[in-house]
Structures are given as structure tokens and as C-alpha cells.
């Protein structure tokens, strides 16, 4: 299991509450862009990182991690597990509390790293539907 409830809880609920959701667009048809709705109604902010750089949700979107101006507490990462790695070293480069790999993302070697780093770590699961368990 790639992450405890334990772990899961904390990163929900204590790590703060600026999510950047890396992979978000306006794709309607988009996973990401239903569950960065789910983190808002949670009270999260979302900030979508996509190399688009869109609003989504009312939120400016931004075309890397290193773009954005401010601290983020939590990635997010809706892309593919050959490509999430490098969002996860991004993420601990850019000062994130916790990275959480989506449904299916799947890459033990940053799992590791990121947990090396210091940072939470989920994966291989959705906050939504974890929300919905505990909320």
C-alpha cells in the first residue's frame, strides 16, 4: 500500500490547503479536472499546472511547478507514471509538504525518493474518493 490512513488524514487535513493539480486543463472529459472540483468543495485551492498554463475553476493556471509564484502544500499529479517521477523531484524542489500520485500512477523509485526527501507521499490513489470516504 502506497500510503496509510494515517497518512492519508494528514496530507487531507493538516498540510495545508494550496493543491497544485499538475496535468489540470479544461478538459471537461479530464479525471483532473472533476477532482480539482472535489478539492475545491474540500476547501482547497487548486492550482493548475499544465504546460497550457489555463484558468480552470476560476483558478490561473501556471505551465510548470517552478512557475509558481507562491508556496504550494500538496502536488497533485495526473500524468503518466513514465513522466510522474520527475513531477515528484519537482515538487520537493519546489518546497511541497506531500506529492499524491493519482489512480494508477505508479513509480516505487520516487515513491522512495520523495519519502527520502521528507515529504508525505500517496499512490495510486484519488483524493476524491478519499474524501468521500472519511467526509
Not at 24 to 51: C, F, M, T, W
Not at 53 to 71: C, I, K, N, Q, S
Amino acid at each position: 500500500m502506497y500510503g496509510d490512513k494515517e497518512t492519508i488524514d494528514r496530507v487531507l487535513t493538516e498540510l495545508g490547503d494550496t493543491w497544485a493539480v499538475v496535468g489540470l486543463s479544461n478538459n471537461r472529459a479530464r479525471v483532473a479536472y472533476d477532482v480539482a472540483e472535489v478539492l475545491q468543495r474540500h476547501g482547497k485551492r487548486i492550482v493548475p499546472v499544465h504546460p497550457k498554463a489555463e484558468t480552470v475553476h476560476g483558478e490561473r493556471g501556471y505551465a510548470t511547478l517552478a512557475d509558481v509564484p507562491f508556496e504550494i502544500d500538496v502536488v497533485d499529479v495526473f500524468v503518466n507514471s513514465a513522466l510522474a517521477g520527475a513531477v515528484a523531484d519537482q515538487a520537493a524542489a519546489a518546497g511541497a509538504k506531500a506529492v499524491w500520485f493519482q489512480l494508477g500512477v505508479i513509480d516505487e523509485a520516487a515513491y522512495a525518493r520523495t519519502r527520502a526527501a521528507g515529504l508525505d507521499m500517496v499512490m495510486d490513489r484519488c483524493p476524491a474518493i478519499e474524501f468521500g470516504r472519511r467526509y
